[in-house]
């Protein structure tokens, strides 16, 4: 059985119908679970208790991404507190979500974490997703947490547009850093910078994020990129926080992955520093499809002025649809 599952799809927060449909998870703490979980409670007698001192979930959920066919695979890291203070939950229940094309929720796997607090599974073959993006949730068991992540599944040829966050479309790097002193803080974005990802999706695109942003912070940007309204896309994070030649290496590698062996095409790349347009120029994207914006506007790649509203007019709203 292949599902085939409506990117996006959200309805009034905890809602849900007496058939098991609807229902609308927001990680890292849903108001209420809209599906009957195995167990409510930690293996762990103390804890509930432990967990309380340890602060706000955190919990990481990397995304898959791939062709159909490939063994496509869920993982995670369950975390708890502050950015720098972290606390997992070993040997305990994570369990995994999605909704089919009913919007009947679906279990795709339950495990138990490891030493580390990490999960890991293989999505059952006859649960595999089929072309799409496709939004799943990972819930704590214990305490009813979640983190949302997605499986992406396009075939060659895929048209794509990949965008770095800080800097890029927020409107300057520090604002990451106010996200991690407060978690409620919603970073200031460019103006007209989600207008311009949708109006690309509508187009038929694919949205990539390629950050320099550490893992452990994926929770805060899932959470922004929703508060925000961008399009659902998929998140490429670094193993921890990088810059210079390192932040270079590392967006090179992901962008020679998507398209070198997966063969997507990227048709635009957005981004703010050195590194992005260098990496962009190692990866072959021709100069006139590379955008940069911000204090160092000018200085390399083909420069916005101030916010995206000029740029939607002059370039975006007449690009080509995908596949054109």
């Not at 496509?72 to 994570?94: C, D, F, K, M, R």
């Not at 983190?147 to 790097?173: C, E, K």
Request: contains cysteine; proline residues 6%.
């Amino acid at each position: 059985m292949v599902f085939s599952v409506f990117p996006g799809f959200s309805c009034s927060e905890g809602s849900k119908n007496q058939d098991g449909t609807g229902g609308n998870l927001v990680c890292p703490e849903p108001a209420q679970l809209p599906f009957q979980l195995d167990s409510s409670t930690f293996r762990n007698p103390t804890r509930a208790a432990e967990v309380k001192d340890y602060g706000r979930p955190q919990h990481v959920f990397f995304d898959f991404i791939g062709q159909e066919g490939e063994t496509q695979t869920l993982s995670g890291i369950t975390n708890y507190g502050a950015t720098l203070i972290i606390h997992s939950l070993p040997e305990e229940y994570v369990s995994v979500w999605t909704q089919d094309d009913s919007q009947h929720w679906i279990k795709l796997a339950r495990m138990k974490t490891d030493s580390e607090g990490k999960f890991s599974a293989e999505i059952p073959a006859d649960r595999e997703f089929g072309p799409g993006a496709h939004p799943v949730y990972a819930v704590v068991e214990g305490d009813q947490t979640c983190a949302r992540g997605g499986i992406f599944v396009f075939p060659s040829g895929t048209g794509t547009i990949v965008t770095d966050i800080d800097g890029t479309l927020t409107v300057s790097d520090e604002e990451v850093y106010k996200q991690m002193d407060d978690p409620n803080y919603v970073a200031v974005a460019y103006g007209g910078a989600i207008e311009m990802l949708n109006l690309y999706a509508e187009k038929g695109y694919q949205i990539m994020y390629l950050t320099a942003r550490p893992y452990y912070l994926r929770s805060l940007t899932r959470m922004w990129l929703d508060q925000v309204e961008a399009p659902f896309g998929y998140v490429e994070t670094a193993d921890t926080f990088v810059g210079g030649e390192t932040a270079r290496a590392y967006k090179r590698g992901f962008l020679e992955r998507i398209m070198n062996d997966l063969g997507y095409q990227v048709a635009v790349a957005y981004g703010n520093a050195s590194t992005d347009q260098e990496a962009y120029e190692d990866a072959a994207i021709p100069a006139d499809r590379v955008f940069i914006v911000g204090p160092d506007v000018g200085l390399y790649g083909t420069p916005i002025q101030g916010d995206y509203a000029q740029h939607i007019t002059s370039f975006v709203q007449g690009f080509p649809a995908a596949g054109n």
